[in-house]
T-cell receptor
Framework: AQSVTQPDIHITVSEGASLELRCNYS??????LFWYVQSPGQGLQLLLK??????LVQGIKGFEAEFKRSQSSFNLRKPSVHWSDAAEYFC??????????FGAGTRLTVKP | DAGVIQSPRHEVTEMGQEVTLRCKPI?????LFWYRQTMMRGLELLIY????????DSGMPEDRFSAKMPNASFSTLKIQPSEPRDSAVYFC???????????FGEGSRLTVL
């Protein structure tokens, strides 16, 4: 069964600084990989997804992620963080007609 | 286009009572998922359906939990009897076969006293 590890429970960055959130996965086949964001009291919103092709994928709100098969990683990045990016971020792995597993999440705090 | 609709948004009940959470997936989506979110355990997959058929319910905590999907536009998650440790936010999500990503509802926050 697939699994996802997000090593960082909580990250604090200053506004305007760059951001990288780590995600490692375990999956027997070529994975479908996702990043979601959750604001307090809200559901999860898709930031970006990787199915195949170009390993660098662009998402909404200026986020991008890079799939590295050799490292089983799918890290999320943003060059300049805004205060509104403070939220919980979830990495997920799944595939069509299969279930989807989420990591434990990384809570992002943005310092002014 | 309406998203995934969950009801109720908030439910407060007493231990031992039956709780029913409802979900309407996005029209045309053929997979539906129920997740539970708590601070301690994060997002746990409870059960998912493909074409209204339960595929994997290994995440359902115990026999007190049951889920049904009588048709493509409606699903329920029932807890009977409820216990304080069931307090959590329950999310429903749906997916179109070809799309891959899940679309989440806003969740049902359950508090069992």
């Amino acid at each position: 069964a697939q699994s996802v590890t997000q090593p960082d429970i909580h990250i604090t960055v200053s506004e305007g600084a760059s951001l990288e959130l780590r995600c490692n996965y375990s999956y027997g086949a070529t994975p479908y990989l996702f990043w979601y964001v959750q604001s307090p009291g809200q559901g999860l919103q898709l930031l970006l997804k990787y199915f195949s092709g170009d390993t660098l994928v662009q998402g909404i709100k200026g986020f991008e992620a890079e799939f590295k098969r050799s490292q089983s990683s799918f890290n999320l990045r943003k060059p300049s963080v805004h205060w509104s990016d403070a939220a919980e971020y979830f990495c997920a792995v799944g595939a069509n007609n299969n279930d989807m597993r989420f990591g434990a999440g990384t809570r992002l705090t943005v310092k002014p | 286009d309406a998203g995934v609709i969950q009801s109720p948004r908030h439910e407060v009940t007493e231990m031992g009572q039956e709780v029913t959470l409802r979900c309407k997936p996005i029209s045309g989506h053929n997979s539906l998922f129920w997740y539970r979110q708590t601070m301690m355990r994060g997002l746990e997959l409870l059960i998912y359906f493909n074409n209204n058929v339960p595929i994997d319910d290994s995440g359902m905590p115990e026999d007190r939990f049951s889920a049904k999907m009588p048709n493509a536009s409606f699903s329920t998650l029932k807890i009977q009897p409820s216990e304080p440790r069931d307090s959590a936010v329950y999310f429903c999500a749906s997916r179109h076969r070809e799309a891959g990503e899940l679309f989440f509802g806003e969740g049902s926050r359950l508090t069992v006293l």
